[in-house]
C-alpha cells in the first residue's frame, strides 16, 4: 500500500502529525510518498507534486482541516481514489479523524478495514468578455457575490436554459450535498446528506424573504450572471479561493463535474456522528 501524504504547513503540529503518521503507517508495512510542499516542510527533497499522486498511491492523506481538505481538491488534480482527512484539532465534516488517532487510521488503512463516501463536485465555467472560457473543480461551492460595495446586487439564475429570478441580494450560493454544512449553510440553506443527487442555490441576505433555497437535481445546469451596473464588478469564488471579478456581460456556467470526490470513512464514522459532533445536537 502506497499513501501520499499532504500536509497545511501553515497548522500549528503539523509537522510533529506528519512524522506521527509517517511512522504508524510505515510500522505496518505501508509505503509514504510525500507531496514536494509537505517533503519541503519535512527539510527533505524527495517530493512529488501532489498532481502527481494518481499515479504513484492507493490513497492520500490530507493532515490540516476541512480548508486543507478544499484545498487538496485542487492540488490532487484527477484524483479518484480515497482521500482521508486526519484534523489536526477538532474532528471537521471532511475528515477522517483526528490526530490523536493516527495509529488508528494506519492499522484501519493497513487492514483495508474503510469505506468511501463518493462525493459530487461542481464545474463551474466562466465566460468573460474578450477571454477564453476559465474552469474550476469545486468540492463545496461556487459563489457569486457582492464586490466592494456595501449595497445589494442585482443577479440572474437560469436553470437549463429558462429564468429562474432575478435575485437582489448579497450573492448567491451553488453548493453541492457535502457544501451544504458550509457557506450555504451559514445563509440559511438546508442540510442535504451527500449521496443525494442534488445541487442547491442559496441567495446571501436576499432583499425579500421570499427568496429561499432551492434544491435542483444534479444533471441540471445553472447559469448565474450579473445585472448590476451601477455597483461594480461582483466576486466569483471556488470553494473560498480562485477570486475572480464578474462584470456585466459575463456568466458562469455550473454543472455536474464528470469525475467525483472519494472521501475515505473509517469503520464507524459516518456523516450523521459528523452533524451530531459538529451541531451539538441533543435527545430530549
Not at 463551474?124 to 461551492?141: C, D, M, R
Request: charged share 20%; with cysteine; proline share 5%.
Amino acid at each position: 500500500m502506497n499513501v501520499g501524504i499532504l500536509v497545511n504547513p501553515h497548522k500549528p503540529g503539523s509537522l510533529p502529525a506528519l512524522h506521527a503518521l509517517r511512522s504508524a503507517l510505515k510500522s505496518r508495512g505501508c509505503n509514504v510518498v510525500l507531496d514536494d510542499e509537505t517533503a519541503q516542510l519535512a527539510g527533505e527533497d524527495d517530493g512529488i507534486p501532489a498532481s502527481e499522486f494518481a499515479r504513484h498511491v492507493q490513497i492520500a492523506a490530507v493532515l490540516g482541516g476541512d480548508g486543507t481538505m478544499l484545498n487538496a481538491v485542487s492540488r490532487l488534480g484527477n484524483f479518484q481514489k480515497p482521500v482521508a482527512g486526519i484534523n489536526i484539532g477538532n474532528l471537521g465534516f471532511l475528515t477522517s479523524c483526528k490526530d490523536d488517532e493516527l495509529d488508528i487510521f494506519a492499522a484501519a488503512v493497513a487492514e483495508g478495514r474503510y469505506t468511501t463516501s463518493i462525493r459530487t463536485l461542481l464545474e463551474a465555467t466562466v465566460h468573460q468578455q474578450g477571454k477564453p472560457p476559465e474552469s474550476f473543480i469545486a468540492l463545496n461551492e461556487i459563489t457569486l457575490a457582492r464586490g466592494e460595495t456595501g449595497r445589494l446586487v442585482s443577479l440572474r439564475a437560469r436553470v437549463n436554459g429558462e429564468l429562474l429570478n432575478d435575485y437582489r441580494a448579497d450573492g448567491l450560493i451553488v453548493a453541492t450535498p457535502t457544501g451544504s454544512t458550509a457557506y450555504s449553510l451559514s445563509a440559511g440553506g438546508p442540510l442535504i446528506t451527500p449521496c443525494a443527487a442534488v445541487f442547491v442555490i442559496t441567495p446571501i441576505c436576499p432583499h425579500s424573504l421570499s427568496q429561499r433555497s432551492l434544491v435542483l437535481a444534479d444533471n441540471s445546469t445553472v447559469e448565474l450572471s450579473s445585472e448590476d451596473r451601477e455597483s461594480g464588478p461582483m466576486i466569483f469564488t471556488v470553494d473560498g479561493r480562485d477570486n475572480i471579478h464578474i462584470g456585466p456581460g459575463d456568466r458562469i456556467e455550473v454543472k455536474k463535474a464528470a469525475r467525483s470526490f472519494h472521501l475515505l470513512r473509517l469503520e464507524g464514522r459516518t456523516f450523521y456522528d459528523a452533524l451530531r459532533q459538529k451541531l451539538h445536537w441533543q435527545g430530549v
